[in-house]
């Protein structure tokens, strides 16, 4: 069966660092695009970033932009989200997930799989 293992999160300063991994099994990884969603308390799952099969494409949310960068490991079925500069807006559960769309979709539910969330809380 198909699982995705986030880690990784956890409290930090505003302007800290935190890198998030997923763990992938179960799935033909480098057949799948994979991306990092995220959801704060009271408000919808909205993608953060997200990785072609081959990281030749990626997209990234207007807000993360030049702080986030998401990449891959196709031989060790893993994905990746490095945060930087985190502001205590980015405090959220992020969520990896897997799609096996055409192209670098940005939509929820394009996507397949999802693990089961890491909580991310940035304090000021």
């Known amino acids: 069966q198909v699982q995705l293992v986030e880690s990784g999160g956890g409290l930090v300063q505003a302007g800290g660092s935190l890198r998030l991994s997923c763990a992938t099994s179960?799935?033909?990884?480098?057949?799948?695009?994979m991306a990092w969603f995220r959801q704060a308390p009271g408000k919808e799952r909205m993608s953060v970033a997200g990785i072609s099969r081959t990281a030749g494409v990626t997209f990234y949310e207007d807000s993360v932009k030049d702080r986030f960068t998401i990449s891959r490991d196709n031989a060790e079925n893993m994905v990746y989200l490095q945060m930087n500069s985190l502001k205590p807006e980015d405090t959220a559960v992020y969520y990896c997930a897997a799609s096996s769309s055409f192209g670098v979709p940005n939509g929820a539910t394009s996507y397949n799989y999802w693990g089961q969330g890491t909580q991310v809380t940035v304090s000021s």
């Open positions: 179960g799935l033909t990884f480098s057949t799948y695009v």
